[in-house]
């Protein structure tokens, strides 16, 4: 038994060993080749972010790790435009620095060095104060930084190195943690005794005896009496988050995510970008998916006297097993003169897009690329179309601006809700001139609930009620879609959430729903061109394909062959709708009903694709 025992564990290791092999996640950077380990572990150390970090040592390739690191310059490049990535090439003169002049006390390169990790952060001080070769207090070496406030942290400040002992390699000086009578050779008093030794210090250098307590000059001067803790705050946290704060670093995540799906030259190329996503139940009872992508930018490429930028849409949705519902690609060209580039250019970008779905719980994505500019971007969401049962809120829509009237009623359109259009904002950003829009509907209301029923609107700052509105739902035409509009203008700057509860007679909540906006204190603020294409009426037997192929993915095959007969029969001379019908009916076996569908288009450029279901 002691032997199967062994044997089994030695298996479970074995297996524990080949899945760790298959999923390529790196554990350790140990597990790197040599090459990529130096890169992640002196060259980058101190400007790669935790996520950055985290998925290059998932990569499993030398090309997907070369691929990371294009990216990860990219990523940090301050102007894109010129060949040279200026980031880069400064960033590599630090570390060069830092192992010709810092650290060279101690055994290991300048980088390691805390002289050199706060200069490969930083940059050349504005001015160095060397205090070497006094007899009272151990070296010292100061650095004065000055116009660091772009940064997010105190425009000036010090930094202080010494050497505890007298000899060996300059350290980070603490405030806090070592204190002004760690400097002082033969100090005689209580090391937590910070005015005595501030004191002592003052007779040697006023700068010295200043810095001992604070970096940072508004606190000098005798102005504290303690060791600063924001000094401590500057150098531990504020300062080594410098590089990180400084770049979004999604794109690592989505390098990762997408790099077995899109080719390699737009690996390196991610551009971020702000998304929104919600489900609007058409007059038909059809549920539609409304979304919108604003990339940080669109790039156009002069062709001739023109510019242009051509958009790949793939989007697919899956299910809770993972299975694939629904899948579709749209191309999208832009062809744009002179004239219009330059309006376009100063603007935001949106592509916004709908499509139906059916009943249920589903992982949306979509992965939107440039192919002139071979840049991508990408969108992930859960999507619930929820089964209504009982009355309830659909969520929250909040938008800046409504079109009432719009030239596209009639069609489906991404936002727009029979003839008006609404305008959100992936961001719920708003100025006080702007009004803020709530769009909702009302699911499953009983003939009490339309009779007696109504909203309460409520807006919140910090928890505290800000301002409040209830409204009968009889004072309303369109009972499933209520759009309620609210001046902004005497709300003042900041963070807010607004709640929609739907109340019955007793005004008791039956549901609610609530959204965080935020109100900027800028007068106006930048809105996006918005590129969609609009597609046809509810009734268009598109639909009908479309849903009924989702029905057929989800094995519900009677409903699929009622939806794919009907886009079939209002159209039976689209190859498209014929093929996906005989799909069902071979699933379903009517052999019959394949061979009427088929014959027609088998005197067509189609008939191969039509003789495979006759043949089967």
Same mark, same amino acid.
């Given at each position: ?81 010129? $060949? ?64 660091? @406030? ?16 007298? !000899? ?5 000086? +603490? ?48 102005? =504290?009496?303690?060791? +600063? ?14 590089? *990180? ?41 059809? @549920? ?86 071979? *840049? ?7 999507? !619930?179309?929820?089964?209504?049962? %009982? ?15 719009? !030239?596209?009623?009639?069609?489906? /359109? ?9 305008? $959100? ?44 509105? !209830? ?10 879609? =209520? ?10 700057? @900041?963070?807010?959430?607004? /709640? ?37 009426? +509810? ?6 394909? =479309? ?10 095959? %009677? ?32 052999? *019959?009903?394949?061979?009427?569908? %088929? ?16 043949? *089967?």
């Amino acid at each position: 038994m002691n032997r199967k025992a062994v044997l089994w564990i030695f298996f479970l290791f074995l297996a524990c060993v080949s899945l760790c092999a298959v999923s390529g996640q790196k554990k350790s950077p140990k597990d790197l080749p040599p090459t990529y380990r130096k890169w992640l572990e002196e060259e980058v150390v101190y400007i790669i972010t935790p996520k950055e970090k985290e998925v290059f040592l998932q990569l499993e390739t030398d090309r997907e790790r070369e691929t990371f690191i294009e990216a990860f310059w990219k990523q940090r490049d301050p102007d894109p435009l010129t $060949p040279e990535n200026e980031f880069k090439i400064e960033h590599y003169k630090r570390i060069a620095y830092a192992n010709q002049y810092l650290g060279r006390e101690g055994p290991g390169a300048g980088w390691r060095s805390d002289m050199g990790r706060f200069y490969i952060i930083l940059g050349m001080p504005q001015q160095i104060e060397r205090y070497e070769n006094l007899t009272e207090i151990y070296p010292v070496v100061l650095w004065f930084y000055d116009g660091m @406030a772009r940064y997010g942290i105190p425009n000036s400040f010090y930094l202080m190195f010494f050497k505890p002992s007298g !000899t060996g390699e300059f350290e980070l000086y +603490s405030p806090l943690q070592d204190g002004p009578a760690s400097l002082i050779i033969h100090y005689k008093g209580d090391p937590a005794d910070h005015l005595s030794a501030y004191n002592e210090l003052l007779n040697v250098d006023p700068t010295i005896a200043d810095a001992s307590l604070s970096f940072l000059p508004e606190e000098s001067g005798g102005r =504290i009496i303690s060791p +600063s803790i924001a000094s401590e705050v500057l150098v531990s946290n504020k300062i080594p988050s410098i590089p *990180q704060e400084s770049v979004r670093d999604a794109y690592a995540e989505k390098l990762l995510a997408y790099k077995d799906i899109i080719e390699v030259d737009y690996t390196a190329n991610y551009i971020d970008n702000d998304a929104y996503a919600s489900v609007i139940i058409d007059r038909n009872g059809i @549920a539609f998916v409304h979304y919108l992508i604003e990339p940080s930018k669109l790039t156009f490429v002069q062709v001739g006297d023109r510019y242009r930028a051509n958009l790949e849409v793939n989007g697919q949705v899956k299910d809770a097993t993972g299975n694939t519902v629904y899948q579709y690609d749209r191309s999208i060209p832009i062809d744009f003169s002179r004239e219009q580039v330059d309006a376009v250019r100063p603007k935001l970008f949106s592509f916004q897009d709908i499509f139906p779905l059916v009943e249920g719980t589903y992982k949306f994505n979509v992965l939107l690329k440039n192919t002139m500019s071979k *840049q991508f971007t990408s969108l992930e969401r859960n999507i !619930t179309v929820p089964h209504v049962s %009982a009355p309830r809120l659909s969520r929250l829509i909040l938008a800046n601006k409504v079109v009432r009237n719009s !030239t596209y009623r009639g069609q489906n /359109k991404p936002f727009l809700v029979g003839n008006t259009q609404i305008v $959100p904002s992936p961001r719920n950003d708003f100025s006080s001139q702007d009004n803020l829009y709530v769009y909702l509907q009302l699911l499953g209301l009983t003939p009490d609930l339309r009779e007696k029923g109504s909203l309460e609107f409520t807006i919140f700052k910090e928890k505290e009620t800000a301002s409040s509105l !209830t409204m009968p739902l009889a004072d309303y035409p369109d009972k499933t879609n =209520i759009l309620q509009e609210f001046s902004l203008a005497n709300l003042a700057s @900041a963070y807010y959430l607004i /709640k929609v509860s739907l109340l019955d007679g007793s005004q008791k909540e039956v549901h609610s729903e609530e959204a965080n906006f935020f109100i900027s204190h800028l007068s106006a603020l930048p809105r996006p061109w918005v590129l969609s294409v609009p597609l046809p009426p +509810s009734t268009d037997p598109l639909f009908a394909n =479309i849903l009924g192929n989702q029905f057929f993915n989800l094995k519900d095959n %009677a409903t699929a062959k009622r939806l794919l007969a009907e886009a079939y029969h209002k159209n039976p001379i689209l190859s498209q709708y014929a093929l996906d019908y005989c799909r069902i009916l071979l699933a379903d076996k009517d052999y *019959q009903e394949i061979k009427t569908v %088929a014959a027609p288009f088998l005197q067509t450029e189609q008939k191969y694709d039509f003789l495979i279901y006759l043949g *089967q």
